[in-house]
């Protein structure tokens, strides 16, 4: 069975600050991708990433595959209210399933 | 380019009762994954259907079941529901071509069992 473990579970921010929240496993996965969820909603697709090493960015947003394709990170520059939601990341195996991470719940306080 | 939706979009059930959920998937997308999502969780894979055909299951009983139908809309149903089976469940389509498995994910049906 592979797991995908994310920390921090909750963080809550001043406007303006930077963070970084982890996905780690034991399990290498062929692609992973980052979404991002809000109350009453899906969650929605921000990247995937599937080249060990790789590096995406989107606007103040940084994302990093680890280089043995087992975790992922997600750093956030200059955190505004408008980033506040629940960060999710989803690693694709050898089967057609998406196994996500707990979550990481983000507050950014203005 | 139409999304995928879902409906319900919220339902109340009582323990025992059957219930049906139904998805559209977005244009173009010929694979639909379904997934319960608890309060405070991430999604837990419930299966996947691929041109009509179950493709992938997860660790679900078997009476969480599901259809695909020759449009590639799908519906996922529950038998005798337990109280545990509240939760937000969640339908994502997917380009069954594509090796990055990218999934588009609908709003979701939020289902309370009484």
């Known amino acids: 069975t592979q797991l995908l473990e994310q920390s921090p579970q909750f963080l809550s921010i001043q406007e303006g600050e930077n963070l970084t929240v982890y996905c780690n496993s034991s399990s290498v996965f062929s692609s992973l991708q980052w979404y991002r969820q809000e109350p009453g909603e899906g969650p929605v697709l921000l990247v995937t990433?599937?080249?060990?090493?790789e590096v995406k960015k989107l606007k103040r947003l940084t994302f990093q595959f680890g280089d043995a394709r087992k975790d992922s990170s997600l750093h956030i520059t200059a955190a505004q209210p408008g980033d506040t939601g629940l960060y999710l990341c989803a690693g694709a195996g050898s089967a057609r399933q998406l196994t996500f991470g707990s979550g990481t719940q983000l507050t950014v306080l203005p | 380019e139409t999304g995928v939706t879902q409906s319900p979009t919220h339902l109340i059930k009582t323990r025992g009762q059957q219930v049906t959920l139904r998805c559209s998937s977005q244009s173009g997308h010929n694979t639909v994954s379904w997934y319960q999502q608890a309060l405070g969780q991430g999604p837990q894979f419930i299966f996947q259907y691929y041109r009509e055909e179950e493709n992938g299951r997860g660790n679900f009983p078997p009476r969480f079941s599901g259809l695909q139908f020759p449009n590639y809309s799908s519906e996922l149903n529950v038998n005798a529901l337990e109280l545990d089976d509240s939760a937000l469940y969640l339908c994502?389509?997917?380009?069954?071509?594509?090796?990055?498995?990218?999934?588009?994910f609908g709003p979701g049906t939020r289902l309370t069992v009484l």
């Open positions: 990433v599937v080249t060990g090493g």
């Open positions: 994502a389509s997917s380009d069954g071509t594509s090796g990055y498995n990218e999934q588009f």
